[in-house]
């Protein structure tokens, strides 16, 4: 009872502030795409054999590359539902362009950095080969919107250090073609592999300012269209960084109810409260997600879709958008079958009865909802 009262107060505290509408507008944000994560099965078996701690991790037990039937399972899931304007859900996909390239790293001696686009990746996976065409479908029917995540899921400085040690367990996961051994096996308070643009030396923001800059032109060329949002690896960014997106195209900020900041040196990490539809002086539009389905990250007998809902309900009576988390690992079976059908399952319920409850609800893209936003305060 205490929780669900929390809870209750914490979603009013999140959607009390900020830009309103009379419309009933949801959008999906979904983070990680392009991410290899777990390479296969048999990685998985091997790596938990070892007694690293990949099974206590839902990223490191579940996520990979979506393969041809995560994505066909999906956009099944998302072509089978309509709003009142015959729109489709579309999945806002947060991709980051690039992973490790292992072998050119290994010939190197560990001492210099190189990566390859995901879509070499893809390639080699046996359940693949039509991942990135089918991409191209979803962008097509307007249920798949890439957006940019970032140039890798990696803190590149951070993990290359990592990798002098050659008995340290980012070595041994590295031979797998892993570069995180999953949460697990990091220690709490440490700055976060995954977290690309994290630090403890703020000199080092020219570093990701060229980062940000090499994966945005590479997102240009891959999609043929500039991203004009931008959510940071594990939420984890400077606010110097937003003129960087700002001069290559970004307009929105996606993001949770707080903005974290590099450690740089603190004992405690600080964040900064972010408001939706708030707008920055580089007149970027912070959207901020007031919703969560995320099964995959929840006990067995946790209400995703009862949660959600109540997030959606929570927004709508106070005139926000509805803006729903739910990361690539939700919907990947690539790894355990099981866990892309359970959840698939679950969200195509959630669509049926957000409809059922809210017929005139609007789906749009991230990019759609800061245009509509901008817009308002302008006009």
Known sequence: MIGEIRSTLARHATNIRGWRTNRNIVVIESDD??????????????????????????????????????????????????????AHPSITANTVMMNPDYTRIRNSGFREYAGEPFTEALKRYPEHARSFTLWGQGISQGIFYPQFH??????????????????????????????????????????????????????????????????????????????????????????????????????????????????????????????????????QINLLRNCVFEPSQKPENHDSVGECLKGIENAFFWKKPAVITAHRLNFIGYIHPENREKNLAQFRELLSQMLKRWPDIEFMTSVELGNLIRSDNTG
């Open 33 to 86: 795409w392009g991410s290899t994560c777990m390479p296969s099965t048999e990685t998985f078996r091997k790596l938990a054999g070892m007694g690293i701690g990949v099974d206590k991790c839902p990223y490191a037990t579940n996520d990979a590359l979506a393969s041809e039937q995560d994505l066909e399972d999906l956009f099944s899931v998302l072509t089978g539902v309509k709003d009142a304007n015959g």
């Open 150 to 283: 970032g140039r890798e899921h990696l803190n590149v400085r951070r993990w290359m250090k990592l990798l002098q040690n050659p008995d340290s367990v980012y070595r041994t996961v590295f031979e797998e073609k892993m570069f995180w051994p999953g949460s697990a096996e990091t220690k709490e308070g440490d700055l976060s592999i995954r977290a690309a643009f994290d630090t403890d030396d703020l000199s080092e923001l020219d570093h990701h300012r060229e980062i940000l800059r090499d994966g945005l032109r590479q997102f240009e060329k891959l999609f043929g269209y500039k991203s004009e949002s931008f959510i940071a690896p594990n939420f984890v960014c400077h606010p110097d960084l937003y003129e960087t997106l700002a001069e290559n195209g970004v307009k929105v900020i996606q993001g949770m109810k707080y903005q974290k900041l590099p450690v740089a040196g603190n004992n405690k990490r600080e964040m900064i409260r972010r408001i939706q539809g708030q707008m920055n002086e580089l007149s």
